[in-house]
């Protein structure tokens, strides 16, 4: 069935530098690419996606490419703070989302 | 506009206990998702509703979880006989179609089963 890796599973790195994290997918149908960033105790945020036509796509610090090819999407942040530290998910959608496993990011003050 | 409101936000039930969580999608959303999460993992996919119908249900048990989302009303996640390895987060997220479209969360329904 679909599948959906991300690594890595934890990532410390210190403030001001930059973070990044990589998704497969499985599904070649798959169209949709959005990512969330999940706090403690709380339900995962919508902070950035990509569709299957476009590249790249930027907000501010926080950016995603899409490689269909290679069937590989990364999300980047820059100059991480500390307020970046968070669970993070990739997710693959066709009909339905299938999620990665959760980058644990800590922004090292 | 609110977002997706779930309730209850933590419930606590015996084992054979039924649970039962709801979920009211955001205004205009016609799709609902629910997912489980245990502790330090990812989204697992259970159920994929819309209204009055079920579209997939590959990820949920077939035995004791029952999922609807009506015409009137919100989406019911139904937990017959609970047992303790049923203990874990349940979200539901909502969106406006099927496909290529944004899909908001809910802030979860922490079961616990004692």
């Known amino acids: 069935g679909e599948n959906v890796e991300q690594h890595p599973s934890t990532l410390s790195v210190q403030e001001g530098d930059s973070a990044v994290i990589k998704c497969t997918y499985s599904?070649?149908?798959?169209?949709?690419f959005p990512w969330y960033k999940q706090e403690l105790g709380k339900g995962p945020q919508l902070i950035i996606d990509?569709?299957?036509?476009?590249g790249e796509k930027k907000d501010q610090r926080i950016a995603v490419t899409l490689n269909k090819t290679a069937k590989h999407f990364s999300l980047h942040i820059t100059e991480t703070q500390p307020e970046d530290s968070a669970v993070y998910f990739c997710?693959?959608?066709?009909?339905?989302?299938?999620f990665g496993t959760g980058t644990r990011l800590k922004v090292l003050a | 506009n609110a977002g997706v409101m779930q309730n209850p936000r933590h419930l606590v039930r015996r084992r054979g206990q039924e649970a039962r969580l709801r979920c009211s999608p955001m205004?205009?959303?016609?799709?609902v998702y629910w997912y489980r999460q245990l502790p330090e993992e990812g989204l697992k996919f259970m159920v994929y509703?819309?209204?009055?119908?079920?579209?997939?249900e590959s990820g949920m048990p077939k035995e004791r979880f029952s999922a609807e989302f009506p015409k009137e009303g919100p989406s019911i996640l139904r937990i017959q006989q609970v047992v303790r390895g049923d203990s874990a987060a349940y979200f539901c997220a909502s969106s406006t179609a099927a496909t290529n479209e944004k899909l908001f969360f809910g802030s979860g329904t922490q079961l616990s089963v004692l």
């Open positions: 997710a693959a959608e066709t009909y339905k989302y299938i």
């Open positions: 509703l819309q209204k009055e119908n079920i579209i997939d």
């Open positions: 599904d070649s149908a798959s169209n949709y």
């Open positions: 990509i569709r299957s036509n476009v």
């Open positions: 205004k205009g959303h016609s799709h």
